[in-house]
């Protein structure tokens, strides 16, 4: 028995000695390849992405305004909770114009994308295209445009103003994103809602939008991004007292970096990290629909 399966076991030893030889090369060669180039370009883009951040954050905590570093200090967060009226005053119109322009572009968006991708109509193709103009035009044309415009029909600029040109160039955002979703869509739902009697208003409320809901809600929070960092275009519209965090920072800007534009930056980051950790679940659960 042992002379028959000689053989056998040498040559099994031998496929064992090889394949443990080639996961040695192999891990050297993994070792050797340990800082690659690719790796080391990802590395390079991550530290020139997060070292502004890290720099803004330690400075925010700087006693002096310069930047020769005196000192830990909370004075300038003091400055900004306690006499900052202006900035948050600005701060505040950024986000109520963030939320509503958002929504509303929301809500016009999603039922524009519906109307395209279901209904055929003679001038379907040209509204398509036309939506698609306020992303790919320069934001300086859509600000000056708009300004003509608010001119001619006699708006005053103010906040209406800049809620109309948010929701101008945040509605085809969330138009593209909620086209996206109904390219996927299957129709046969919609024939079986109605098989079942559902109402046109019933289909498209239980059935169209739930099934939408992961393109309208990252349209949702895309338009509300892009609004509360627009610069360009609100410059344009702005009126009197109605300054957003981008324009009062440009204005700060202007005769000098204030360390209280930092210490805001560090809460509106800590503010984006808490807000994204408590809602990382409800994102879970809409992006697996």
């Known amino acids: 028995m042992n002379s028959k399966h ?21 891990a050297r060669r993994a070792m050797r390849k340990h800082f690659s180039f690719s790796e080391t370009i990802f590395i390079a883009t991550i530290v020139f992405l997060f070292l502004p ?26 400055q900004l909770f306690f006499n900052s009226e202006d900035l948050w005053r ?8 963030a939320f509503t322009s958002a929504g ?14 279901w209904y055929r109509f003679k001038l379907r193709n040209y509204a398509q295209a036309i939506s698609f103009l306020p992303m790919i035009l320069p934001e300086i044309i859509i600000g000056v445009s708009l300004l003509i415009f608010f001119a001619g029909v006699k708006i005053p600029l103010g906040m209406l ?6 929701t101008t160039f945040n509605l085809p955002f ?3 994103m909620v086209m996206a979703r109904l390219d996927e869509f299957d129709f046969s739902i919609i024939e079986a809602a109605h098989d079942l009697g559902a109402t ?13 809901m992961p393109g309208i809600v990252s349209g949702f929070l895309t338009a509300i991004t892009i609004s509360l960092e627009d610069f360009v275009i609100t410059y344009f519209v702005a009126g009197p007292g109605s300054s957003t965090l981008p324009l009062y920072i440009y204005s700060a800007v202007r005769f000098g970096v204030s360390p209280v534009i930092n210490a805001l930056s560090v809460v509106m980051i800590l503010g984006t990290v808490l807000l994204t950790f408590l809602l990382r679940n409800f994102l879970k659960y809409i992006a697996a629909k």
């Open 6 to 26: 000689g053989p056998l076991n040498a040559i099994t030893s031998l496929r064992s000695n090889s394949a443990q030889g080639e996961a040695s090369r192999h």
């Open 53 to 78: 951040l890290l720099v803004l954050i330690l400075y925010s905590f700087n006693g002096s305004k310069g930047m020769n570093w005196t000192g830990f200090s909370l004075v300038w967060y003091e």
């Open 90 to 97: 600005s701060f505040w119109n950024s986000i109520l114009i």
């Open 104 to 117: 509303t572009a929301t809500v016009l968006g999603t039922f524009g994308a519906v109307g395209v991708n």
């Open 161 to 166: 103003t800049i809620f109309i040109a948010h």
């Open 174 to 176: 969330v138009f593209l």
């Open 200 to 212: 046109e208003a019933q289909t498209f409320l239980k059935v169209t939008v739930p099934i939408c």
